[in-house]
DNA sequence: TATGAATGAGTATTCATTCAT
DNA sequence: GATGAATGAATACTCATTCAT
């Protein structure tokens, strides 16, 4: 079971009305975090937003960086658990690398288009956090290993050190669905039909190295 | 021959006096982009760093983001002035697919890392910014088509649809390359060790993805 | 019982310590707004002067000229309630319309005197912003209202339209007072002598008029 | 004949070229006035509009403020002008108190009333620059002799002190009109209806000043 | 004389954070 | 715990005026 990533920057109420409270102001900052494609929002506003005082607020996080810390950390733990009940799924299906490669592609790549707008600011975030950023590699590993362990079911297609080639190819497929999703997060990205086109053409990049 | 970048969102001085102190400013604010990874700066350091009065900087530039996109604008003209020097170069050098693959990406990828920083800034600026947004798709877009010619010239070792194909891998190429630079421009980002392995990897796949 | 014309454009504070600091800020602006015969001082001094932080300030205002007009429309609803406190006084002694029009003059006369300066800066005020305009207008013909009353309570004594005289003759009186105030403010405006003849000859003419 | 009002605060020149030039720049100085309803206008817009360079302008006067004062200036040396040929005309077709009295107050407030705005400039500008203040001062002296010559032209008819009178008369009539012109010069003043029932309680108060 | 590039002091406004109630 | 009024440092931008060419 997931630990909240709100867990580890905030002291945790133990009563309902101040758990309660802890949501709205996450929720709100979450909002407007999405309404405005960024932190450029107010306290004032979350406390307006999530009927929350000002007070509580820093009773809470330390500093608004911290409150929006919180919220991507959050958001972000919510799609590794979507990752990972993709992967599950995805590996009962297949039955040969290359209709894992597709599926695991394909569904990757709705998940990071779900949640494109939170992957970005939180990428964002990263550059210049530190913290966030261990934090971030420390959950791309993990995922990496993740599809890693996939590959290696077809081990006996592969052609070459199937682990290093394994983990190459999540860092190309992430880089590559990331770039075109997050460039930017207010444009219509690309259009499906190139985004398809794309898609494909990794994994037929993909498995064309593995298997060769 | 490239123009500057700059003439398009600038008056330009005829004056020998005027060009310098344009200069200056620009210089100026190149070093505190540099120096703060990100526009962090204030016009007054502008002003003192590049010994520019404040008017003279608004004299030239409607505002402090105008100044930041025409450094910005300047630094990824200057960078695509160099890959397209780099490219001839490469592409005399070279006699079949897999050294060209090979050449270039290892010429990109060392022309990406001198300019991670200003490059990343720029990507940041282009996100929020549709203008910049354009501009650099339409750059992008040069680069990918000059790739592309490239590859072509060893059409014949390529099986499929060479053009389609040469497309993909320069995207999947600069997503890759872009991402493990400009994820974090201030950490000691990837090591040597990883990047080398990254970067062969990555030619492996192309070449493989080209050819079956 | 007048309500505060302050209370039309600020959150009216319900602390007694938030009270004081309204109080504070407002009587430094009125402060400096005399000082300076204008509104050319700086949200710093008000902050200084009035020992409020800036901040507090824009708790209060919305903006500068926002804090400017509240306290100029407190100045004139105080300003309005001295003239209904004279009226009655001078009604209560008069038992002709040479008598009336004579003392109402004369005490109009001092009152419009008296607050010359918050006047004339209301009228500037007023030229540029509908808003204090439409009270300006207000305020001039509630004044014109009640002088008329009072000297329809000689209408035995006027010749024609008495209500039409009344409302005209406000309207002149007011126009010249006002002028030979507040076409300066600084100025030692017009000699003492000079503005007794004008105040008696301004009676004797509304006398003539009303009776002819 | 009226002395050039610029006269007394600009350098004359000889040259026809320069005389073009500082036309230019006085005109572009009124267009600016007027459309902005104040000095709201920076030096760089009458450089452009009027085709002078600011040096130009600085040659021919010493300050923005100056250039101002010597716009208004103009226009009040010509609005007087035109008082004076009225004044002239409206005499001639007098052959009594009360004629005379309408037809003068009739002609002067259509002459106030189309240099609205350029009187209210001037007469702000007043309030505050001593020079302007005496100058303003000196001119209305001179229109209210005028005045008053004309209506001792009828001395018969008046009861009491002719001279005094007149005089009184005067002020009280300017004060009259110009507040009811310039105290907002974008709004659209008073209706016409009331303008006109102002203007004839105006005529029949004073004639029953005069003749009373 | 004419030009217009350069100067830089001056100021309204924002908003994260604190702390008295 | 909760509240939200108070704080005040920090900063982009304007524009009259100067002066080198």
Redesign the interface.
């Known amino acids: 079971m997931p630990k909240s990533a709100a867990s580890q920057v905030t002291r945790k109420p133990k009563q309902p009305r101040s758990q309660a409270s802890l949501k709205r102001m996450m929720d709100a900052a979450r909002q407007l975090l999405i309404e405005r ?2 932190d450029e929002f107010t306290l004032q506003e979350v406390s307006k937003v999530g009927e929350v005082s000002i007070g509580s607020i820093y009773h809470r996080f330390e500093s608004k960086e911290d409150l929006v810390r919180a919220v991507l950390g959050l958001a972000m733990s919510e799609m590794a658990e979507e990752e990972r009940n993709s992967f599950v799924h995805v590996l009962k299906q297949s039955d040969n690398l290359a209709s894992f490669v597709r599926a695991y592609v394909t569904n990757y790549s709705e998940i990071l288009r779900d949640n494109a707008l939170m992957l ?1 600011l939180a ?2 975030q ?3 956090d ?1 913290d966030s ?1 261990r934090e971030g590699y420390r959950r791309e590993k993990d995922t990496a290993d993740e599809m890693a362990r996939g590959i290696l079911h077809f081990e006996s297609e592969i052609v070459g050190d199937a682990k ?2 394994a983990h ?2 999540f ?2 497929t ?3 669905l ?3 999703l ?6 219509p990205m690309i259009e499906q039909q190139d985004w398809n ?2 898609v494909e ?2 994994c ?3 498995v ?2 593995l298997t ?1």
Chains 1, 2, 3, 4 share one sequence.
């Open positions: 494609g960024g970005s990428m964002r990263a550059s210049g530190p950023s290093v080639k190459l190819v860092h190309i992430f880089a590559t990331a770039r075109h997050s460039l930017d997060s207010q444009d086109t794309l053409g990794l037929d990049m993909i064309a190295y060769n």
